[in-house]
């Protein structure tokens, strides 16, 4: 493998990408802009209804972020005449044939034009409605397929999966395709155009029936959770996933294809700075729970590897396999995670936060300082139903019986208890299989593209993407926290 000049493979070069108001999508989106401002243009598919649509999208939820800051600084007045030379808005959405984009004109000009596809548009809620989940994660990794074989002189597809589709495997997880139909569980063949009629069966059973949105949303969740564990996977978003590389495995064709699949994504670890972050990721749950005192126990097993990656490695590594690839007939897969490395471990993870919110506590809207403890582990689900039980849910039977006896009074505080006791329950089963992972990355065809950028003594400060270089400690007091605390809790 060999890999030139990334800075010059990107000059004059026409860029698509997916999913473009995501996290990482504008992370990718900056560094391009940032590090070769003579790309010809990048065109972003934007979910709207029409250009005014996404323009509102565009500055709302893209530039106008911090994470633009850099771009600003260096343009100043001149940033927007730039931004408008080099972005191209498309209105559409991957979930209809020619990503539904209703401008010929546009699709004409991307089909002659294009050299790369990025394909970043996902639903990443681990229950999504199935119907929804299905086309977005796995047919739309299709359509976008079929929309880079109109295009006339397009270099390469890079598509950005998850490395869990691995489901609830052990062991060293290979850098392996999926092969058409392959199931988790060895048995039965899953057919994905089956489960697309089932969808739309149900659906058209549900609305026959005059449902209400909300069954219909609380029964097409249920649906993909139920083929999911038919099949072997935890979740509707990693089993759709899964099935959107399918696809692509079975239908490239010629086409240079490289898929990507990240762990946990974190914070930005340098670039454009340190600390980036937008939303509530994974571990960041834990981070507010446990910033503001409201984390009673962590439930996981201590020695659990969590595989964490910074964002801008992530797009390091997109940019860099995207250049080694392109013009090149293949499949190639890499994993871009820490686990094998520079594994980071959950009570590690813990102690680290335990350190911080010690030393910097967090302050609530009312000015008081919240004070923690270093939260102990409930290593075991049965530990965790019996905490469950005798902190939850035998008050709840005892105000269940002081409800009776005081003719539903406490009606409401019940029906609140039990609700969220439900939603706790739920989310434990969903994150159930991260929470006691027993798996690590394989990352041997990721270090050949990194031995690649070693070797080709090319811009490698400027496209890092080595977690080894990582210091866990470190970067999370004074880069994650910190940047989570600002961009997000603030």
């Not at 996981?300 to 390091?316: F, H, K, Q, R, T």
């Not at 890092?464 to 007091?477: A, Q, R, V």
Request: include cysteine; charge should be neutral.
């Amino acid at each position: 493998m060999e890999l030139g000049s990334i800075i010059q493979f990107l000059e004059s070069k026409n860029i698509l990408v997916t999913g473009a108001t995501g996290f990482l999508a504008k992370i990718f989106v900056e560094k391009i802009l940032r590090t070769q401002p003579n790309v010809e243009k990048i065109f972003l598919l934007l979910r709207a209804a029409d250009k005014k649509s996404a323009k509102h999208r565009f500055h709302d939820e893209i530039i106008s972020k911090e994470l633009f800051r850099p771009l600003r600084e260096k343009w100043g007045a001149n940033l927007d005449a730039f931004i408008l030379k080099k972005i191209a808005l498309v209105p559409g959405d991957i979930s209809y044939e020619d990503l539904g984009v209703k401008d010929s004109k546009l699709s004409e000009e991307m089909w002659g034009q294009l050299d790369v596809i990025v394909n970043m548009a996902a639903t990443t809620n681990f229950d999504e409605r199935y119907d929804i989940a299905l086309g977005i994660n796995t047919l739309g990794a299709k359509n976008v397929l079929n929309f880079a074989k109109k295009c006339a002189k397009l270099k390469a597809v890079l598509h950005v999966s998850t490395a869990y589709v691995c489901g609830e495997k052990e062991g060293l997880i290979l850098e392996e395709p999926f092969t058409m139909g392959e199931t988790l569980i060895g048995a039965s063949q899953l057919d994905i155009n089956h489960e697309k009629e089932l969808v739309e069966e149900r659906l058209n059973e549900l609305q026959a029936e005059g449902c209400t949105e909300e069954f219909i949303t609380s029964t097409m969740k249920d649906m993909g959770i139920q083929r999911s564990r038919m099949y072997g996977w935890p979740n509707t978003y990693v089993y759709t996933k899964a099935m959107g590389e399918m696809l692509l495995g079975q239908f490239k064709e010629n086409l240079p294809l490289v898929i990507i699949r990240p762990t946990i994504i974190t914070s930005t670890y340098k670039e454009p700075f340190p600390g980036w972050v937008e939303g509530v990721r994974t571990i960041d749950s834990v981070l507010i729970g446990y910033g503001k005192g409201k984390l009673n126990f962590l439930l996981g097993d201590p020695e659990s590897i969590i595989d964490l990656i910074p964002a801008d490695m992530v797009v390091n590594t997109m940019i860099a396999a995207m250049v080694a690839h392109a013009s090149q007939p293949c499949e190639k897969i890499y994993h871009a995670g820490s686990s094998l490395r520079n594994p980071v471990k959950l009570f590690h993870l813990r102690d680290l936060f335990f350190i911080y919110f010690h030393h910097n506590p967090w302050i609530d809207k009312h000015g008081n300082t919240i004070k923690v403890s270093k939260v102990q582990f409930l290593s075991t689900i049965a530990g965790f139903y019996r905490y469950m039980a005798i902190c939850y849910l035998l008050p709840l039977k005892g105000l269940q019986l002081v409800n009776m006896v005081f003719c539903q009074y406490f009606k409401n505080i019940h029906m609140d208890l039990n609700q969220k006791i439900t939603l706790v329950k739920r989310y434990v089963e969903l994150y159930k299989p991260y929470l006691f992972f027993k798996a690590v990355f394989d990352d041997m065809q990721m270090e050949k593209l990194r031995r690649a950028a070693r070797e080709s003594n090319v811009e490698g400060d400027m496209f890092s993407f080595d977690p080894k270089c990582i210091d866990w400690e470190e970067y999370i007091m004074k880069t994650h926290v910190p940047g989570f605390i600002k961009h997000v809790m603030k």
